[in-house]
């Protein structure tokens, strides 16, 4: 059974730093491109940012690019998200979620996602 | 590719049907998955390649389409289905794009 277990979310000002983590098991991780996704308060869901299996390949929303970092430990099969210069439309739940593999070939259809970890950005 | 979904709210009673819409800014061929969120949890995989469920979906959820046009249909509502439903293309990317959801709520 694959299981994603964000951690890592809370209350920070806005300019402020903060590290997610997405603790993953059932899966061979290092096999798997991984996303972030994120959901405002009473929104809809937003793509944040993608790696590939080995980590040499990172994507981002404009939204967030140069202010977030995606990257993994596949021996630890941990996934993270640093984000600095956080800003209040910043706030939401931030789900971490696999990718396929189709025919051994990485696609962003999101299989499985963790439940969430909530990020409050507020003064 | 922007991702359109309509209606934004479905009210629909227990043992009818509900048909969802989603349209791609531009053709997405057959790389659109469905996902059914319910209040307090995360977004679950429903549908892939447009048509596919996914693993211990019920059949009484079907997807069609491809292209620019898809739709979601779920077949005699149970009460566990009233939740919001997002279309996702995965065809262009980055970035990936949800559609806004539609909330399919009791009548």
């Known amino acids: 059974e694959v299981q994603l277990l964000e951690s890592g979310g809370g209350l920070v000002q806005p300019g402020g730093s903060l590290r997610l983590s997405c603790a993953a098991s059932g899966i061979t991780f290092s096999n798997y491109a991984m996303s972030w996704v994120r959901q405002a308060p009473g929104k809809g869901l937003e793509w944040v940012s993608a790696?590939?299996?080995?980590?040499?390949?990172?994507y981002y929303a404009d939204s967030v690019k140069g202010r977030f970092t995606v990257s993994r430990d596949n021996p630890k099969n941990t996934l993270y998200l640093q984000m600095n210069s956080l800003r209040a439309d910043d706030t939401a739940v931030y789900y971490c979620?696999?990718?396929?593999?189709?025919?051994?070939?990485?696609?962003?259809?999101?299989?499985?996602w963790g439940q969430g970890t909530l990020v409050t950005v507020s003064s | 590719i922007v991702m359109t979904q309509s209606p934004a709210t479905l009210s629909v009673s227990p043992g009818e049907r509900a048909t969802l819409s989603c349209r791609a800014g531009q053709s997405v061929g057959s790389n659109l998955a469905w996902y059914q969120q319910k209040p307090g949890q995360a977004p679950r995989l429903l549908i892939s390649?447009?048509?596919t469920r996914a693993t211990g979906i019920p059949v009484r959820f079907s997807g069609s389409g491809s292209g620019t046009e898809f739709t979601l249909t779920i077949s005699g509502l149970q009460s566990e289905d009233f939740a919001v439903y997002y279309c996702?293309?995965?065809?262009?990317?980055?970035?990936?794009?949800f559609g806004g959801g539609t909330k399919v709520e009791i009548k």
């Open positions: 979620a696999n990718w396929a593999l189709l025919r051994g070939v990485p696609t962003p259809r999101l299989d499985f």
């Open positions: 390649g447009a048509s």
């Open positions: 996702q293309q995965y065809d262009n990317w980055p970035p990936l794009t």
């Open positions: 790696i590939s299996g080995s980590g040499g390949s990172t």
